[in-house]
């Protein structure tokens, strides 16, 4: 088993940043990726971004390229989602997602563990 918690989530001004932290504990050695994912009121869930934990290959969604950075520190057994000039249609809860396989990083399904989410509000 492995514990996934998010935290970091907020209410920011469009135009804004937040940064997520998502802490793992438990088995983490059976852990290879970690995707960040978003879903919000109505929708359905979709990939943000992902990265392998061994050698930090990083693979974002189009719509957050250029402006969400995600990260991993393997001391702390912590990812991070920097989330900059965020947009109210970004508004959802987020959550992160632990998986084995490096394969089919950008769909839910493909994921083994899952934190509880946190929120993010983005106000216009």
């Known amino acids: 088993q492995v514990q996934l918690v998010e935290s970091g989530g907020g209410l920011v001004q469009a135009g804004g940043s937040l940064r997520l932290s998502c802490a793992a504990s438990?088995?983490?050695?059976?852990?290879?990726?970690v995707g960040w994912f978003r879903q919000a009121p109505g929708k359905e869930r979709e990939f943000v971004a992902a990265i392998t934990w061994s050698a930090g290959s990083t693979y974002y969604a189009n719509s957050v390229k250029g402006r969400f950075t995600i990260s991993r520190d393997n001391a702390k057994n912590t990812v991070y989602l920097q989330m900059n000039s965020l947009k109210p249609e970004e508004t959802a809860v987020y959550y992160c997602?632990?998986?084995?396989?490096?394969?089919?990083?950008?769909?839910?399904?493909?994921?083994?563990?899952w934190g509880q989410g946190t929120q993010v509000t983005v106000s216009s």
């Open positions: 997602a632990s998986k084995r396989s490096t394969v089919l990083l950008t769909t839910p399904r493909g994921y083994d563990y």
């Open positions: 438990g088995r983490t050695f059976s852990t290879n990726v």
